[in-house]
């Protein structure tokens, strides 16, 4: 779910240790046999994807205060392009019109597959899609599911839990994160861990089912390859990939975890307000737990953004910049390009 509003969790990059238990606890799940990751990747996603984004239904719950307010309002309209499976709207809706322009720029460069990396999908999209797209895809998929995973549910429980453990010890020895980060991190962790301890991962007729529908997904999109979005663009690759996500949110159905319940029942409320920033409050259920976070917002040629969305992927487009000049962030962009597809936002917030 955070990965949905921009809040990915972070990579466990800087600690070697870590990394290797966090490993030694895969292996003994069995996972990491599959020949060389021809098709690791694939089953990363129906496997890994539900941990990361599951989410079950919850009672309607009351508004939080300051739901009404502009910030509050433009952060609840940030959630409905996924809703929607839109995922052209959804890069629109984050960054301002001249940044939009820039990244389309940077993703034909090949130095940026933003806003891929927002979402609940692997690094490498492309190769993924290729592996998926394989002829032969559905009958090595599941071949790899029946030797490594099916029947293993105790296994993976043990897998679960121990990765959660890890994971919060983890986020708690890191020192470069903010509090409020730190805490919304370490919530994500308690609740997927425990979710996935108990989800019927290793159900081999859910598994059967959930690979047609992806291996047939993935082929529509006639994406293979990273060279392909390359070649297709941000936008029109965007397009594409939207019935895509909406088959992995018919995935996680099947598991009897739904997104789309999750993104409906979503909360946001103001906390404070001061000129051009503010602070939003946002609950969402996940699992069985419910997160509570604060998310800082930006108001930028009359419209809310995210404050940290608008900070990474300036980042990311000063480096982009740095490799080879990009569009000028100050030219007015074309009408056409930049008018954004129909979000249901309010006219004030985005």
Known sequence: MSAWLG???????????????????IVRMSLPTVRAGRFQSAVWLLLAALCVSGCQRTETAPALPGAEAEPAA?????????????????????????????????WRSGT??????????????????????APDA?????QAFDAQLAGQAQGIAQAAQ????????????????????????????DALSAWAATAPLADRP???????????????????????????????????????????????????????????ALRT???????????????????????????????????????QTQSEVQALLDAAQAAAPLPDATAVPDPAAAAPTDTGQRPAGR
């Open 74 to 106: 433009a952060m609840q309209a940030m959630t409905l392009p996924l809703r929607r499976n839109d995922l052209v709207a959804y890069a629109r809706i984050r960054v301002t019109p001249a940044q939009y322009t820039q990244l389309e720029a940077a």
């Open 206 to 264: 859910r598994a059967k089912a959930s690979i047609a529908d992806l291996v047939t997904a993935a082929r529509a999109t006639g994406i293979t390859s990273d060279a392909d979005l390359q070649r297709l663009g941000m936008e029109e690759s965007l397009r594409r990939l939207g019935p895509f996500w909406a088959t992995c949110k018919k995935v996680l159905e099947r598991y009897d975890l739904s997104i789309d319940t999750s993104l409906d």
């Open 112 to 133: 940026s597959r933003w806003p891929l990396t927002e979402l609940p999908l692997p690094n490498e999209v492309g190769a993924l899609l290729g592996s998926l797209s």
């Open 269 to 307: 409320g103001l906390i404070k307000q001061d000129a051009d920033t503010a602070q939003v409050r946002l609950r969402y259920p996940l699992a069985t737990h419910h997160i509570d976070l604060t998310v800082a917002l930006i108001k930028r040629d009359g419209h809310w953004y995210r404050l």
């Open 138 to 142: 559905e009958r090595r998929m599941q």
């Open 7 to 25: 809040h990915a969790l972070p990579p466990m990059h800087s600690d070697s240790k870590m990394r290797r238990s966090i490993r030694g606890n």
């Open 162 to 189: 121990s990765l959660g453990q890890f994971g919060v010890q983890y986020l708690r020895s890191r020192n470069d994160y903010q509090p409020e980060q730190r805490a919304h991190y370490v919530q994500l962790v």
